[in-house]
């Protein structure tokens, strides 16, 4: 298995621009994760979802900021409008199952916003 | 919110000696995972402790629980170049298992 794939590796886009990130889980995890990695806030949950409905969306910051999971095997984070302080690395995660403990990162999306 | 906290944020060692870090926690909890993330990558989980664990070992890496003191360590021994890397400790999220909050890290350095 290839792991976890995430899509684009780096991005970098200018402020008011839509971004859309991609992961594809491990296969047969069915639990994923999004999260948003910075030097100020450390590594934050934005949402997670278990056999493609999403269970917590608590630490989405904005309206800005929306993910989907249309089949067991991709899921999308799209922000828009894009903001400076969106610049970030977003990682997507999975597990077995939802209680599975060990978590599988995908190698994360380095997003930039100008 | 963050439920873990690491110390030391950062640390530097020569090559072959142990490397301590630390994390505390501030709510009960059933188990504590470690993770590694290298420069540019992913978190690799390391090791999970449950809460009726006092000590698990992983090769070079060993870790303890106190839940009294709500707190675990995480000793790698025999440091290596390869070991430079950041660590996290991860707790459930108001202990619910499906939930993890991350640690903001302990950044090692391996010295040669």
């Known amino acids: 298995d290839a792991g976890v794939i995430q899509s684009p590796r780096h991005e970098v886009t200018e402020m008011g621009q839509e971004v859309t990130l991609r992961c594809k889980p491990i296969?047969?995890?069915?639990?994923l994760f999004w999260y948003r990695q910075t030097m100020m806030r450390g590594l934050e949950l934005l949402i997670y979802?278990?056999?493609?409905?999403?269970?917590?969306d608590s630490g989405m910051p904005e309206d800005r900021f929306s993910a989907k999971m249309p089949n067991a095997s991709f899921s999308t984070l799209k922000i828009q409008p894009s903001e400076p302080r969106d610049s970030a690395v977003y990682f997507c995660?999975?597990?077995?199952?939802?209680?599975?403990?060990?978590?599988?990162f995908g190698p994360g999306t380095r997003l930039t916003v100008t | 919110s963050q439920q873990g906290e690491e110390d030391p944020q950062a640390l530097s060692i020569q090559e072959g000696e142990n490397a301590t870090m630390n994390c505390s926690y501030k709510?009960?909890?059933?188990?504590l995972q470690w993770y590694r993330q290298n420069s540019g990558r992913g978190l690799v989980h390391l090791i999970l402790?449950?809460?009726?664990?006092r000590e698990k070992h992983s090769g070079r890496l060993r870790v303890t629980l106190d839940t009294s003191k709500k707190s675990s360590s995480l000793l790698i021994t025999a440091s290596r170049a390869a070991d430079t890397a950041s660590y996290f400790c991860?707790?459930?999220?108001?202990?619910?298992?499906?939930?993890?909050?991350f640690g903001k890290g302990t950044r090692l350095h391996i010295l040669p």
């Open positions: 979802f278990n056999n493609n409905v999403p269970i917590d």
């Open positions: 296969s047969g995890h069915n639990s």
């Open positions: 991860a707790t459930p999220s108001n202990g619910r298992d499906d939930k993890i909050i």
């Open positions: 995660a999975c597990t077995p199952q939802l209680g599975s403990f060990e978590q599988y």
């Open positions: 402790i449950r809460s009726n664990e």
């Open positions: 709510t009960s909890i059933n188990n």
